[in-house]
């Protein structure tokens, strides 16, 4: 039985996400730009991701590496290969914008890009498909997720107001409202942390403020002449979970 080929692994230009005309200070800013956004999270996307880069720019980092891999990458295929582009500096018509004239170029493919037409992101200008970066792992929630973290927002919303509503109570009012408000924020985070993997994002916020604001009901549900002055200890916590999980 014939053996299976492996597939093509990734052209590293494009795993920087730099034209391959690139100069080296814009390939060092692009794999630091790019570091950082992903950052060390444990999600195993991630920690691909910056497997990665680090393949990537060891090799696109050293002069003499670099220079050793473009010749053997002239021979790759067609696909991977950028399309020739006008010389640095040269003035040509926007191809997005045929009325105006630009010298500018895609830091990537080096497409030529005008004022309106460009995308500015942390490694430069790009046209429009260049800049279509791919979302970060850490903001992209599984149905899973979802469901934990629905589950999480209700569970620890009930469990939160009836502590609230029986314990805490006292503490409702004047000054220690901010005291309430800050334990709502942090237990909010912790559990929605913990629900969903360390998420973040509108997603994982919404979910936070929504606990907060079951929490909050409950408490009313148990003593209702005091609902109104639980609003202030809820908007402490809603703010600071949205701060910590944004």
Same mark, same amino acid.
């Given at each position: 039985m014939p053996a299976q080929e492996s597939p093509p692994e990734r052209d590293l230009y494009e795993v920087l996400e730099v034209s391959?005309?690139?100069?080296?200070?814009? &390939?060092?800013?692009?794999? /630091?730009? *790019?570091? !950082?956004?992903?950052?060390?999270?444990? %999600? +195993? $996307? &991630?920690?691909?991701?910056? /497997?990665? *880069?680090? !393949?990537?720019?060891?090799?696109?980092? %050293? +002069? $003499?590496?670099?220079?050793?891999?473009?010749?053997?990458?002239?021979?790759?295929?067609?696909?991977?290969?950028?399309?020739?582009?006008?010389?640095?500096?040269?003035?040509?018509?926007?191809?997005?914008?045929?009325?105006?004239?630009?010298?500018?170029?895609?830091?990537?493919?080096?497409?030529?890009?005008?004022?309106?037409?460009?995308?500015?992101?942390?490694?430069?200008?790009?046209?429009?498909?260049?800049?279509?970066?791919?979302?970060?792992?850490?903001?992209?929630?599984?149905?899973?997720?979802?469901?934990?973290?629905?589950?999480?927002?209700?569970?620890?919303?009930?469990?939160?107001g009836l502590a609230w509503g029986l314990i805490l109570l006292p503490f409702t009012f004047g000054f220690f409202a901010i005291f309430v408000g800050a334990g709502l924020g942090y237990a909010f985070t912790r559990v929605l942390e913990v629900a969903t993997g360390r998420k973040r994002g509108p997603a994982v916020v919404a979910f936070a403020i929504a606990g907060i604001v079951i929490a909050w009901g409950v408490m009313a549900l148990l003593v209702p002449q005091v609902w109104l002055y639980g609003v202030l200890p809820a908007g402490i916590g809603a703010y600071l979970a949205y701060m910590n999980l944004r």
């Open positions: 391959p005309n690139a100069s080296q200070e814009v &390939i060092e800013a692009a794999y /630091r730009s *790019l570091s !950082a956004r992903y950052g060390a999270d444990p %999600d +195993p $996307r &991630i920690r691909e991701r910056r /497997r990665e *880069l680090d !393949a990537a720019w060891a090799v696109l980092g %050293d +002069p $003499r590496r670099r220079a050793e891999y473009d010749a053997g990458r002239r021979g790759a295929p067609a696909a991977t290969v950028v399309a020739d582009a006008p010389p640095p500096g040269t003035v040509v018509v926007c191809p997005r914008d045929p009325g105006v004239e630009t010298a500018l170029r895609c830091s990537r493919c080096g497409t030529p890009i005008c004022p309106r037409c460009l995308v500015q992101t942390p490694v430069g200008a790009r046209c429009r498909d260049c800049a279509r970066i791919a979302r970060n792992p850490i903001y992209t929630l599984t149905a899973g997720g979802m469901v934990r973290a629905a589950a999480a927002s209700l569970i620890g919303g009930v469990v939160m």
